[in-house]
């Protein structure tokens, strides 16, 4: 897009001097159209999900008058007909947007897992793009002070698991706006999974970190805005933040991305489709193994595996009959990661009933069979699975020759515990 006036005024400035450029109303005698009014584009399907973000907009941008604003987003953050809001927000004298906070992947998502992009301007409006991934606490605080803004808006779409980073960028968001005496916008968007239930261990606090800072469950079962709620009214109680959601309309906790209506756009480079956010709470413990869990294939987290495994793998997880999955052989050789250009044997999953498919349990289930029917498998010597897993529990459980249910009963009162604190805190049926 062409750069406005206040772009090519930022380009020369600092942040502080971007501040000074916004609006609070709409600019006198303009007429609203559909570039400046995303709320406005005409949507493919009737009655398809309206995000957080199109309900702020439909507002005219009320939640954030009168202040100086930053946003908290990756390439998720679009609008119905796939613009990206910062673009949006940008062009419209109704926001003074200063900034922009990127997470892990980075604000275009350019980066890889555990990555994150440098500190910059935008090419498209000149505005400074920080990056905070790894940032939290007093250290954050200090970047949302130095950027001279009042209010932090996070509008990322996330795939449901506790492990997924974006989450705890909030967390630490949220946190660090409290210490900073900023406010938090949370836009809200899609589980793309799901919301009817959570599913999976519950982290323990001794095994908190960036990965999961908190007692949630693997697969939560929530949305942003929920989680911001749930984050401010029960782990960030004794300094909560100043706290705005904007909900959605047209989400129902049994929908799943596809009803949504809305276009998908990769989270992150490894998860390229709803299919793959689908598995993803599942196969991603696979990152705390010495096999591959499919990255540098077209199917990631779909497939997972390893040099020297056979069909006795994915016959042994298709014995287990596990409900809405079926597990085939399946051979693949990744282009990067783990057995970069090696040919990998190992099993491919096919949820054929989403309903009924749990990914935590098809993803214990394949550890449980991996260590039965292969002699090579190993846990990453730093133990990571325990990060993922939320504590140690699983990984000692799957070593002792325990099956699902038995590790699923170990987490049950857990995740009865938690299920009573998160429907405290869900805006939607």
Not at 35 to 60: H, I, K, S
Not at 192 to 199: D, I, Q
Not at 339 to 355: E, T
Request: a neutral charge; charged letters at 20%.
């Amino acid at each position: 897009m062409t750069l406005s006036r206040r772009g090519l005024l930022g380009l020369a400035g600092t942040a502080g001097a971007l501040g000074t450029l916004g609006a609070t109303g709409a600019a006198p005698g303009r007429a609203p159209d559909r570039a400046a009014d995303p709320a406005m584009a005409d949507p493919a399907v009737a009655d398809r999900v309206r995000t957080g973000f199109e309900q702020l907009a439909a507002d005219g941008y009320g939640a954030l008058a009168g202040q100086r604003v930053a946003v908290v987003t990756n390439p998720t953050g679009i609008t119905a007909d796939a613009r990206h809001l910062v673009d949006v927000l940008h062009a419209d004298a109704r926001v003074d947007l200063l900034a922009v906070f990127g997470p892990e992947h980075g604000f275009r998502g350019t980066a890889q897992a555990g990555e994150s992009e440098a500190a910059g301007r935008d090419p498209a409006t000149g505005l400074p793009v920080y990056d905070t991934y790894g940032k939290s606490g007093q250290k954050l605080a200090d970047v949302f002070t130095a950027a001279g803004i009042d209010t932090v808006v996070f509008d990322i779409q996330d795939v449901g698991a506790r492990f997924y980073t974006y989450v705890w960028t909030l967390y630490d968001c949220m946190r660090a706006a409290a210490l900073a005496g900023k406010a938090v916008v949370v836009l809200d968007r899609p589980n793309p999974v799901g919301g009817v239930r959570a599913t999976g261990p519950v982290l323990e606090r001794a095994y908190a970190s960036g990965v999961g800072r908190e007692p949630i469950a693997l697969a939560h079962g929530m949305t942003v805005a929920e989680l911001a709620l749930l984050f401010n009214g029960k782990f960030l109680a004794a300094q909560p933040v100043e706290l705005r959601t904007v909900r959605m309309t047209g989400w129902r906790r049994d929908s799943f991305f596809g009803a949504t209506g809305l276009p998908w756009v990769p989270p992150s480079p490894n998860v390229p489709t709803p299919d793959t956010a689908l598995v993803y709470a599942g196969t991603c413990l696979f990152e705390g193994t010495n096999l591959s869990e499919g990255r540098g294939t077209t199917t990631p987290f779909e497939v997972v595996g390893a040099e020297g495994v056979d069909r006795r793998w994915a016959e042994a997880a298709e014995a287990l009959g596990l409900p809405g999955v079926w597990f085939r052989e399946a051979w693949f050789t990744p282009t990067f990661s783990k057995f970069a250009g090696k040919v990998c044997g190992g099993v491919r999953l096919i949820v054929h009933d989403r309903a009924a498919f749990d990914p935590v349990r098809a993803g214990i289930g394949l550890l449980v069979t991996a260590k039965r029917s292969w002699s090579g498998f190993a846990w990453r010597t730093d133990h990571w699975i325990d990060q993922l897993t939320g504590s140690d529990r699983v990984r000692k459980m799957v070593d002792a020759g325990a099956g699902v249910e038995e590790i699923a009963a170990d987490w049950a009162a857990g995740l009865e515990r938690f299920a009573a604190v998160r429907g405290r805190y869900l805006l939607y049926p």
